[in-house]
């Protein structure tokens, strides 16, 4: 089993900065892509950024230039600086991983609980 840990979640004020991180742990042998999504009240989640194991990165539009995805590979860790945030960033964050728990086994998702961020006004 796979266990992904968020933190870093909290109350800002528009124009402030948050850094979340996501921790993997449990029966990893290879992980992959990796990435953030995020759900606000009455919306379906979206993509917010992803993070390759290379360090490629690809963002949603609405957070290119404000937010950043970075991951550490010796740590199973990946994070998201989010910048010049906006009350429209207010959702649930989740972090995201594809992972291959053993030699031969087939890639899965995982998902960690989440964690709030709220931006105001």
């Known amino acids: 089993q796979v266990q992904l840990v968020e933190s870093g979640g909290g109350l800002v004020q528009a124009g402030g900065s948050l850094r979340l991180s996501c921790a993997a742990s449990?029966?990893?042998?290879?992980?992959?892509?990796m990435g953030w999504y995020r759900q606000a009240p009455e919306k379906e989640r979206e993509l917010v950024a992803t993070?390759?194991?290379?360090?490629?990165?690809d963002y949603a539009d609405s957070v290119k230039g404000r937010f950043t995805i970075s991951r550490d590979n010796a740590k199973n860790t990946v994070y998201l600086e989010m910048n010049s945030l906006k009350p429209e960033d207010t959702a649930v964050y989740y972090c995201?991983?594809?992972?291959?728990?053993?030699?031969?086994?087939?890639?899965?998702?995982?998902w960690g609980q989440g964690t709030q961020v709220t931006v105001s006004s």
């Open positions: 995201n991983a594809a992972v291959t728990t053993r030699a031969w086994a087939s890639t899965q998702r995982y």
């Open positions: 993070i390759t194991s290379g360090g490629n990165t």
């Open positions: 449990g029966s990893i042998f290879r992980l992959h892509v």
